[in-house]
């Protein structure tokens, strides 16, 4: 608290004390030294501050700037200078060429630099003012709307909480789709314990690497969307590849740097309920519970320190981070701590270069938000009876048993629900759920230059985390969710425990060759690497049976005859690589890769597949005499194969223990002919450039298709001990375009507005499955199977992952609505015949990002849209067969009737028989197309004020409305980051829109 007081104090100071010094106008013109040709797209700062200019197309340029301060001219291709204004209102700035950096170098797979212009694929960088100016907890968010061809969700689980990004769609039909997340190079590890993959009872989100990441730390991020820009990584980047890289020291500079982050949310999206009438349709004379009462205004707080030195042939960068968020949802806090370091030393000469980094970060999370019924108090809530007062659910969720000398949950209440409802306030105070994590980081590297051409670099690192997730649910808690003890009928309570642990080990060797010959440039690497996951589960559950001692959370308390269960999983991959770019007059460039992996997760001795890259690109402008307002003119085109392994232990016969202490026998057989899943990938694109960058155009087309993939299907009766078995087969195509425009509009003096449009389209076709035993076709496949809920996700032949199937009206052999005796439809089957099909993956995705400056003032805008698609809202379907949403109250308060396809019906009785788990579920399906304005921000910037080079102070929003939205709830938040239950909305938490205040300071 005292912190959070200081960091006000310290921003009052500053804007009350605050003494502007006396700013003049100076204006001027840059050219190129020898030819002296106007520099459009010159970037002109004011050193040591963030405020500047870029010279427009006739390389003019105009700035305010204080008597005494340094302009800093900056081109790529161009030595920069710096010149000390004094009593000049005008200027005229030579900038000579660096023969060493004629090019713009992009960080690539393996962390080789190389020229953008060179590459012969697509990638798209985001700078880290994008990521900080508007911070989140989890980093990834921050690229919404920024990145061509990303698709990107959210769990509904708070901070701290997963993130679902897809790259050009779905590939695989039972792995993950996700991107391999890179830090200066080495691969990270990957997901957390647990993602929900049931409905009712769907688990939790047990977080991802990514989130951990403190967004100072970060210098920028490179996105490589393609195949063939993260072949060199093999198999674990199928899905694309996003390179993070991390600031460090720089040679003759020392800062500190502090920044501070203060956000409020608020829920909003979320269902509105009735407070008139009772389940039965009984006007009430109280104010009953609404989600209004249950939601609070939740508060995020992130303060960073860096500190970073650098002298000749040493730089660190070290940095403290907390985070602390009180949730929207009632008891919900998160709190995490991120410690980071790393050095730079070069000796003999600057031939060799030592590298290390360490990060430590630690975590607890309380009662995070989770989906599903099961002991869930968003549930709990929007179905809490109308019988009960607000005032008696909240402050009288217990009373005390004098006999049993406990307290015990208090909701006398009628329920209509399939799955018995609780209050929700007992669950928030005695159902309680906490979350730890502990993860280090450690990477070292080595480099030695033996000449101007040859170079060897090793890597090592190891990325070790242990979680500990817990669940006290205290006597009394709903008996559907914990039974009553059979010997006493008396209820104790239910105890749940996860202990995780996952480690990645990492390490590789590189040789490195550069050599201009003639006119040719030559850029080769040849290399190792291993890659050596372990994680392990240690659960205990006491599953929906009552613990032996009541309020005794141990595993001595479990029930009689439970135990706990044991897993542990190793996957190993070692991998030779080689890649060569020639490249010819700088007008034409060749690149070919192969990587050649073995995998502990395929059948041994058939354990090796090789994939290779192709691609070739064409500089248009350094071949032909074009336009001079043309700066860059470019096409590519590459092919790529690119293989993935299966998970860990499908080759083997795995019994094991189950949580009654039973031999659990596998009901599958071992997959000895297992085969890595083949990606085979065609890209074309083109990128123009206009006015030396002031405009930038790059459009992409690719078309990928994923054979091998892995499927679990049933064996023949009598053909085998088990009854299943995995086979590889289907065929999954990706094809579409992305396109992202930069301008920057307007370069006038102290006024520059620069920004890019992004937009991207990818369809998803299904081409084929599987065969049966019986040697036919099979035309669609369960990945998550409803139940008794009418839902199911599916994968069909022509249709697409992510495929749902809903229920529609049963009808007669003419297509109309059968009506039963009591006047009422009923829900047809989930059959292929007759349930309703859709996706719930958009057609169409659209980004725009601006950034406006003027003086010392800055405005950053993100607009995004998702465009098609649908998601079916199990949470309005509940409600409505519950009686607590203002449909029903509607529907009681109706003296006609509904009329649905020309058929009249009791709007009462209609709503009652077409809603529910069991009801015509496909009236609950959602058009997801949205647009909002995903991120807002405006500050200025003080320069020098004191001891400090600069201060910004920015207003900040995130996700604040909606231009247009046709659910009634976020179709962004999802219920899973996994593979299942995707397009549904159960009883997650809301949306939240965020305002608040960033604080920046440097030293």
Do not use: C
């Not at 204006?27 to 501050?49: A, C, D, F, Q, R």
């Not at 590849?241 to 501070?260: H, L, P, Y």
């Not at 993935?644 to 000895?672: K, M, R």
Request: hydrophobic share 35%; net charge negative.
């Amino acid at each position: 608290m005292k912190f959070r007081l200081l960091t006000f104090v310290v921003s009052l100071l500053l804007m009350t004390n605050f003494l502007q010094a006396q700013e003049s106008l100076v204006k001027g013109i840059v050219k190129e030294n020898g030819t002296g040709e106007p520099l459009p797209g010159v970037n002109v700062l004011i050193k040591g501050t963030s405020v500047g200019t870029t010279t427009d197309f006739n390389g003019e340029f105009a700035l305010s700037v204080e008597k005494g301060g340094t302009l800093v001219f900056s081109y790529i291709g161009f030595i920069s200078k710096e010149v000390l204004v004094e009593n000049q209102s005008t200027l005229d700035i030579s900038l000579d060429v660096d023969a060493e950096q004629l090019e713009e170098v992009v960080v690539t797979a393996l962390g080789v630099e190389r020229s953008a212009e060179s590459l012969t694929y697509s990638t798209q960088s985001v700078s880290s003012e994008d990521l900080i100016t508007a911070k989140d907890p989890n980093v990834m968010n921050s690229l919404s709307g920024r990145v061509a061809g990303l698709q990107l969700s959210r769990s509904g689980s708070g901070a701290g909480g997963s993130v679902k990004i897809n790259l050009r769609g779905n590939r695989s039909v039972s792995g993950s789709s996700s991107p391999l997340y890179v830090i200066d190079g080495v691969p990270m590890a990957g997901q957390g314990a647990a993602q929900p993959g049931e409905i009712e009872n769907p688990s939790r989100d047990g977080g991802d690497g990514i989130s951990n990441i403190n967004p100072e730390d970060i210098e920028s991020i490179n996105v490589l969307k393609g195949a063939a820009a993260s072949a060199l990584y093999g198999s674990q980047a199928a899905n694309g590849v996003i390179m993070i890289t991390t600031k460090k020291g720089e040679a003759g500079q020392s800062r500190v740097s502090f920044s501070s982050n203060f956000m409020a949310e608020q829920a909003y999206l979320y269902p509105e309920m009735q407070s008139k009438y009772d389940a039965e349709g009984n006007a009430i004379n109280h104010k009953a519970h609404t989600s209004d009462d249950f939601y609070e205004t939740g508060t995020t707080w992130v303060n960073s320190l860096s500190y970073s030195q650098g002298g000749d042939n040493t730089q660190f960068y070290a940095s403290y981070a907390n985070t602390n968020a009180q949730g929207v949802m009632p008891t919900n806090t998160f709190n995490k701590h991120n410690f980071s370091f790393n050095t730079t030393t070069k000796s003999m000469n600057d031939k060799l270069e030592v590298r290390f980094s360490a990060n430590y970060i630690t975590q607890e999370g309380f009662n995070r938000p989770s989906a599903g019924a099961y002991m869930n108090p968003i549930y709990s809530s929007y179905l809490s009876s109308r019988s009960i007062s607000q005032d008696e659910l909240k402050n009288n969720y217990q009373t005390w048993n004098k006999t049993r000398q406990i307290y015990e949950q208090n909701y006398a209440a009628p329920v209509r629900s399939e799955i018995a409802n609780e209050n929700p306030y007992w669950l928030l105070n005695r159902a309680t759920s906490e979350d730890i994590r502990n993860r280090y980081m450690l990477s070292g590297s080595l480099s030695y230059k033996f000449n101007e051409n040859f170079s060897i670099q090793g890597r090592a690192n190891i990325d070790a985390t242990d979680d500990l997730w817990e669940r006290k649910a205290h006597a009394t808690t709903n008996p559907i969710n914990i039974s009553v003890d059979p010997g006493t009928g008396l209820s104790h309570g239910g105890y749940f425990k996860d202990e995780f642990s996952n480690s990645m080990t990492y390490a590789d060797a590189i040789l490195n060759y550069n050599k201009k010959i003639n006119d040719f440039n030559i850029t080769a690497l040849i290399g190792g690497a291993i890659r050596d996951e372990k994680s392990s589960l240690y659960r205990v559950t006491s599953d929906k049976r009552s613990i032996k001692y009541t309020n005794i959370f141990s595993v001595a308390s479990l029930p009689e005859g439970m135990v706990p269960t044991e897993s542990a999983t190793q996957r190993q991959v070692q991998s030779v690589f080689a890649s060569a770019s020639v490249g010819y007059k700088e007008m034409l460039y060749l690149d070919v890769t192969g990587r050649n992996d073995w995998s502990s997760t395929l059948p041994v001795g058939d354990n090796s597949f090789f994939y290779p890259s192709v691609g070739l690109t064409a500089v248009l402008n350094n071949m032909f005499d074009l336009p001079e307002v043309i700066s860059l003119a470019k096409l590519r085109g590459n092919y790529t194969v690119l293989g993935n392994d299966a998970a860990p232990g499908l080759t083997v016969l795995q019994h094991g223990i189950n949580f009654n202490g039973d031999l659990a026998y596998s009901d599958i057989s071992p997959a000895e002919n297992l085969k890595p899943e083949l990606s085979t990938s065609i890209e074309f694109g083109a990128e123009l450039e206009l006015f030396n960058g002031l405009l930038y155009l790059d459009a992409n087309f690719y078309k990928t298709n994923t054979v091998n993939q892995l499927f679990r299907v049933d064996n023949r009766l009598g053909t085998s001990n088990f009854n299943k078995r995995y086979v590889n087969a289907g065929d999954v195509e990706n094809r579409g375009f992305e396109l992202s425009i930069s301008a920057m509009p307007v370069s006038q003096g102290d006024l520059t507005w620069s920004t890019t449009l992004n937009l991207s389209r990818n369809v998803n076709e299904i081409k084929e499955l599987y065969t049966r035993d019986n040697g036919t076709e099979a035309e669609f496949d369960i990945v998550t199977n409803g139940g008794n809920i009418n839902y199911m996700q599916v994968l069909r032949k022509g249709g697409a992952i992510g495929e749902i199937w809903t229920a529609d009206f049963a009808r007669n052999e003419d297509g109309t609505i059968i009506v039963d005796d009591n006047g009422v439809p009923s829900a047809a089957g989930i059959t292929p015949e007759e349930s309703i099909k859709s996706n719930s993956n958009p057609d169409f995705i659209a980004g725009w990002a601006n950034t406006l400056k003027y003086k010392g003032f800055t405005l950053n805008m993100v607009i995004d849209g998702k465009f098609g698609g649908q998601t079916l809202s199990l949470t309005d379907s509940y409600m409505d067969a519950e009686g607590t949403s203002v449909a029903y109250a509607e529907a009681v308060e109706n003296d006609g009737s509904v009329e649905v396809e020309g058929i009249s019906f009791d709007p009462v009785k209609y709503l009652n028989a077409t809603s529910g788990r069991a009801g015509v579920t496909s009236q609950y399906l959602y058009d997801q197309t949205n647009i909002r304005l995903r991120e807002l921000s405006i500050g200025y910037t003080f320069n020098n004020v004191g001891p400090l080079s600069d201060v910004t102070l920015s207003a900040v929003g995130r996700n604040l409305f909606f231009f247009y939205n046709a659910a009634p709830f976020d179709p962004d938040v999802v219920m899973s980051t996994g593979v299942g239950v995707q397009g549904l909305n159960f009883f997650s938490l809301p949306t939240t829109r965020s305002v608040g205040l960033n604080l920046r300071v440097n030293f």
